[in-house]
């Protein structure tokens, strides 16, 4: 089909028309075109066509949200900037309470589930933080009671063992209690390396985190006093608006 | 969220933020963010960064609305932030030149079935699929341009606002760009004649 100068011309009418924005005398021109052009006609269909194929490709449902990260992830070089004023917004929010004196509690709990979507990194990062810091504590008081259980009943173990030792063997009682002795200090050594070792991984957990968070209160401490107020109370907005289901 | 806001037009929400009332800003994003995270997804291509960018653009929009001027409309504004923020984000994609797992082989779909009609596809959720990929194959300004009129619903006015551009430009791009996409789609399986036989079933 060949469109003539005229049919050049016109597509901008013809387009209004496909779309129905536009004055009413270029759609009127557009229609008055078509009813004389077979070609335009043709393409006409063809454009109508290809609307009604666009409108096969639908949004995902729902609508995306920002995915959690892993927090290794989260900081590294290059990072858009959102992602880390967004961690530093995160733990302005919650650990220096100063920047939003305004937060009630009962906002503060319902804007939670929104701030597990939007500040997941910062969550997990806390989350972890706790759960380690309570498991290392649990095995630390473990520890420490059964060392405490071993060094408050000397005697009653060891005549329990000694007891014991004296049905199959002649050992001396004060072997025994040498033995005794060497085995006790051999436990609060083995007690001691374990402790050190687990203060070891918390220490470099602690480090790896606190250098996430650093990095994060970096980018907070570079910007002015009263710009991150200003950014700390957007971030709440979206919070809380994110947190509401979606009309549109 | 204040009750007042909601009933407000985005221009007077504008007006009373750059007065003082941060909440206003709320109602703005509440308003807005659906819309820009679905045209985002759309021009990018795949949800990859799209929540990201949306939300990069409007903490760009709040750290600039004391300084907007209010004869432009607010959603031109938005959309223009949103849109640049996915032109950096292909142009650094572009500059890696990966090869992105979303999109298949452009010559395999067609190859499958070339006459599938679009009830068929669409069964298969397959018709989305192709005229997503027909939308990659355009150029950065025609797909723009498809998008903000055929998803967004802006007008012709609007378009040429958010894109510095006059009136006459866009409907020529737009044109440019639904022809373009006949071929595409075309050549993605989905003929012109299976979609009106499809149109005016429905």
Redesign the interface.
């Known amino acids: 089909m060949t469109a003539t100068l005229s049919c050049e011309a016109l597509r901008d009418d013809i387009i209004a028309l496909l779309y129905d924005d536009g004055d009413s005398a270029d759609k009127s021109r557009a229609r008055d075109h078509l009813a004389q052009c077979v070609p335009c006609r043709a393409e006409y269909s063809d454009l109508k066509s290809v609307r009604k194929a666009l409108q096969g490709w639908d949004l995902p449902v729902p609508a995306p949200l920002p995915q959690p990260r892993s927090s290794g992830r989260f900081l590294a070089p290059g990072l858009a900037a959102a992602a880390g004023l967004i961690l530093g917004i995160g733990l302005a929010l919650a650990g220096r309470n100063a920047l939003a004196p305004a937060a009630s509690p009962a906002s503060a709990a319902s804007s939670a589930p929104a701030a597990n979507v939007q500040f997941v990194s910062f969550d997990q990062l806390q989350e972890v933080l706790k759960t380690q810091e309570s498991r290392h504590q649990a095995e630390i008081a473990d520890l420490r009671r059964s060392l405490t259980l071993v060094s408050e009943s000397p005697a009653s173990s060891g005549t329990l063992t000694a007891g014991a030792l004296k049905n199959v063997s002649n050992l001396s009682p004060a072997t025994i209690e040498r033995l005794l002795k060497a085995s006790e200090e051999r436990q609060a050594r083995m007690f001691e390396a374990r402790l050190a070792g687990l203060r070891t991984e918390s220490d470099l957990q602690r480090q790896y985190d606190m250098a996430q968070i650093a990095a994060g209160l970096a980018y907070i401490d570079s910007r002015t006093g009263a710009d991150a107020a200003r950014t700390s109370e957007l971030m709440k907005n979206l919070v809380r608006v994110t947190a509401k289901p979606q009309d549109r | ?1 204040d009750r007042s806001h909601s009933q407000m037009s985005d221009e007077q929400l504008v007006e009373a933020f750059q007065a003082g009332h ?2 206003a ?2 109602e703005l ?3 807005w ?3 820009i ?2 045209a985002v ?2 021009v990018l291509g795949s ?1 990859e960064d ?3 960018i949306t ?2 653009a ?2 760009r929009a ?2 600039g609305l004391k300084a907007f001027k209010r004869e432009a409309k607010f959603s031109s504004w938005i959309y223009q932030i949103a849109l640049n923020l996915c032109r950096d984000s292909l142009r650094r994609k572009k500059g890696k030149s990966y090869v992105s797992l979303d999109e298949p082989e452009p010559q395999i779909p067609a190859l499958i079935s070339k006459s599938a009609s ?1 009830l068929e ?2 069964e298969g959720n397959q ?2 699929e192709r ?2 990929a027909a ?1 990659q194959k355009l150029s950065e300004d025609q797909r723009e341009v ?1 998008i903000l ?3 967004e619903g802006l ?2 006015a609007e378009i040429a606002e958010t894109l510095g551009l006059p009136t ?1 430009t866009v ?2 791009r ?2 440019r760009g ?2 373009e ?2 071929q595409h ?1 075309a050549r993605e399986g ?1 003929t ?2 299976s ?2 036989h ?2 005016n079933e429905s």
Do not use: H, N
């Open positions: 969220m941060v909440a800003y709320d994003v509440s308003r963010q659906s819309k995270r679905g997804w759309r949800t799209a929540a990201d939300q990069e409007f903490l709040y750290r679009p596809l669409s018709l989305a005229v997503r939308i498809i009129k055929e998803y007008t012709f006459s409907k020529t737009l044109y639904l022809v996409m006949k789609l989905v012109s004649a979609a009106i499809d149109s």
